[in-house]
C-alpha cells in the first residue's frame, strides 16, 4: 500500500467523525480519489510535500523492509519514520527493529495508533567545571533551556539519535531528570551515556494488507522549512486549479508530511504567506503527518452541501 493511500485513509476517517459525513471512496488512483456520499461527491488529491524521492537505494531499502515486516507482522500497518532518521540496515539490527515493530502492534486494535520504542543512547560530555547549561544537539535540543540552573558545569549533549520523542510529557520529564542525574556524578572530560527510546509512530490500519513505511531519505529532510514552502506553492499552484475544474461538490487537497512531530509543521505558516487566491474553492486543505490529520482550512460545517 502507498503513502498516499495510508494519507487519504486517514483524511476520509478524520472527515466522517469531524463532520459527521459518512464518505467512501468511489474511484481511486495514486494521487488522486473521488469519494460519495448519497449523491454527492468529494474530490481529492493527494500531494507529498517533499519528494518523491529519486534515491532508488533508499526507495529499494523501504521496499525490502516493508515485505519483511508484513512478513513477520501479519495485520495492515503504518509506520512513520521521523525526519532525518534512518531506516535499519544489516543485521541483527534490521530484525530486532522488526521485533520492537510486531511487539508494539500487536497491542493495537484497528485504527488505533501508538509507538514503537527504538533503543538509543545519548552521550553527555562534561567539559568544565563552570557554569550551569547543557549544549544539546540532535532531538533535546528544542528543549536545552530546561536544564539551566538544573547542572553545575558545562556539558555537550550529543542527542542525534533521538528523533521522535514519546508523546506523554512524563518520558521528556523523566529523562531530562535522568540526564541531571548523570551529570551531578560527571568528572570534567568524561563522557556518559544514557538510555532512552526513539518513538516511531505505528498505526494498525482497519483495511488493507503488508507494511506501508511513510518517510524520506535523511538527506532530503535538510532544511526542510525552505523546501515546504517551496513545495507546497507549487503543489498549490497544479492541484488546486484541477480540484476546481472537477465536477463535484466538495474538493479537499490532502497534503502528505515528514514531520517528527504534528506541532512542529510548518505548512501552516507556509500557508500564511500564500495569497488566498492559490487555494480558493477548495473546501479542505489537510495535513497528513505522523499518523494524524491537521486541517489547515475546512469549510464552516454550514455552508457543506447537504447540510441544512
Given at each position: 500500500m502507498s503513502e498516499t493511500a495510508v494519507a487519504l485513509e486517514l483524511f476520509l476517517r478524520w472527515l466522517n467523525e469531524a463532520h459527521g459525513r459518512h464518505f467512501r471512496i468511489a474511484e481511486e488512483s495514486e494521487a488522486r480519489a473521488t469519494a460519495i456520499e448519497d449523491?454527492?461527491?468529494?474530490?481529492?488529491?493527494i500531494r507529498p510535500l517533499?519528494?518523491?524521492?529519486?534515491?532508488?537505494?533508499?526507495?529499494?531499502?523501504?521496499?525490502?523492509?516493508?515485505?519483511?515486516?508484513?512478513?513477520?507482522?501479519?495485520?495492515?500497518l503504518a509506520l512513520w519514520v521521523p525526519a532525518g532518521a534512518e531506516l535499519p540496515a544489516g543485521e541483527p539490527?534490521?530484525?530486532?527493529?522488526?521485533?520492537?515493530?510486531?511487539?508494539?502492534?500487536?497491542?493495537?486494535?484497528?485504527?488505533?495508533?501508538?509507538?514503537?520504542?527504538?533503543?538509543?543512547?545519548?552521550f553527555l560530555r562534561k567539559s568544565s567545571e563552570s557554569g550551569g547549561v547543557v549544549s544539546a544537539t540532535g532531538g533535546l535540543n528544542p528543549h536545552w533551556a530546561r536544564f539551566t540552573e538544573r547542572v553545575r558545569g558545562t556539558y555537550d549533549l550529543d542527542s542525534t539519535r533521538l528523533h521522535?520523542?514519546?508523546?506523554?510529557?512524563?518520558?521528556?520529564?523523566?529523562?531530562?531528570?535522568?540526564?541531571?542525574?548523570r551529570a551531578s556524578t560527571l568528572e570534567t572530560g568524561r563522557i556518559a551515556e544514557i538510555q532512552t527510546v526513539d518513538a516511531w509512530s505505528v498505526q494498525r490500519r482497519a483495511e488493507g494488507e503488508g507494511a506501508t513505511i511513510v518517510g524520506v531519505p535523511p538527506s532530503e529532510a535538510q532544511e526542510m522549512g525552505l523546501a515546504v514552502r517551496r513545495n507546497l506553492r507549487r503543489v498549490l499552484a497544479e492541484a488546486a486549479p484541477a480540484l476546481r475544474s472537477s465536477e463535484a461538490d466538495l474538493k479537499a487537497l490532502v497534503l502528505l508530511g515528514y514531520y517528527a512531530r504534528m506541532e512542529e509543521e510548518g505548512a501552516s505558516i507556509?500557508?500564511?504567506?500564500?495569497?488566498p487566491a492559490l487555494y480558493s474553492g477548495l473546501d479542505f486543505v489537510c495535513l497528513v503527518a505522523d499518523g494524524l490529520v491537521k486541517p489547515l482550512i475546512q469549510a464552516p460545517a454550514t455552508t457543506e452541501p447537504g447540510r441544512d
Open positions: 449523491s454527492l461527491r468529494l474530490a481529492i488529491e517533499l519528494g518523491p524521492t529519486e534515491s532508488r537505494e533508499w526507495l529499494a531499502a523501504r521496499e525490502r523492509l516493508e515485505e519483511q515486516i508484513a512478513a513477520a507482522v501479519r495485520v495492515p539490527a534490521t530484525s530486532e527493529f522488526i521485533d520492537h515493530v510486531r511487539e508494539a502492534v500487536v497491542r493495537l486494535g484497528p485504527h488505533e495508533r501508538s509507538y514503537v520504542p527504538l533503543p538509543i543512547r545519548l521522535r520523542l514519546p508523546e506523554p510529557a512524563e518520558h521528556l520529564e523523566a529523562l531530562i531528570d535522568a540526564i541531571v542525574e507556509a500557508m500564511r504567506g500564500f495569497s
